[in-house]
């Protein structure tokens, strides 16, 4: 019972932070920063679940925190199923290849995971729409390099999640034992 206590207050302030950072995506940023390409701040919060959970809870928690974000966006919710769970599968693929539970590779992981998200959207406008988004370089990319310096705040909030409702880090992600 413990333990399942300690997933629903992780899951809680989880979706409370995912809920505060798309808000201020789509909201205070605009009245803040004008035109300024808008970050996805939203996606840092489930990179750190992708990396940081087992594979079944991480796309558990994918999916359903998805629902939640989907109010937020233009893009229909079968299109950002689709996009984050390829996202998903790709992110937990390399970190099985190459992972280090630190700020840094969190940042590269929130410039790969923007990337991708990235592709995968367009990719999927070119292939099913009779007018695909347009690629716009320089907005995309100004998008990926802001959402990546928001990666430090969201790791360092994220940990403190995790620290506070003694959520373990994964055995693979913990590092050497000593």
Not at 73 to 101: D, E, N
Not at 116 to 144: A, C, M, Q, W
């Amino acid at each position: 019972m413990p333990q399942l206590r300690i997933n629903i207050v992780n899951f809680i302030a989880f979706l409370i932070l995912l809920l505060f950072a798309a808000g201020f995506q789509t909201t205070l940023w605009y009245q803040l920063f004008g035109n300024l390409p808008t970050p996805r701040i939203w996606l840092n919060v489930i990179l750190y679940l992708i990396l940081f959970r087992k594979p079944f809870e991480g796309i558990c928690l994918v999916y359903g925190l998805t629902l939640f974000i989907f109010p937020f966006t233009s893009i229909q919710l079968g299109v950002l199923w689709m996009v984050c769970l390829l996202s998903f599968a790709v992110i937990t693929y390399v970190k099985k290849r190459i992972f280090w539970p630190n700020y840094q590779y969190f940042f590269y992981a929130s410039l790969g995971a923007n990337i991708l998200f990235d592709i995968f959207y367009i990719g999927y406008s070119k292939i099913t729409e009779k007018n695909p988004l347009s690629l716009l370089v320089f907005h995309r990319l100004s998008e990926v390099f802001i959402s990546a310096l928001f990666s430090f705040p969201i790791y360092y909030i994220a940990t403190r999640i995790d620290y506070f409702t003694n959520k373990d880090f994964l055995p693979e992600a913990g590092g050497a034992k000593e």
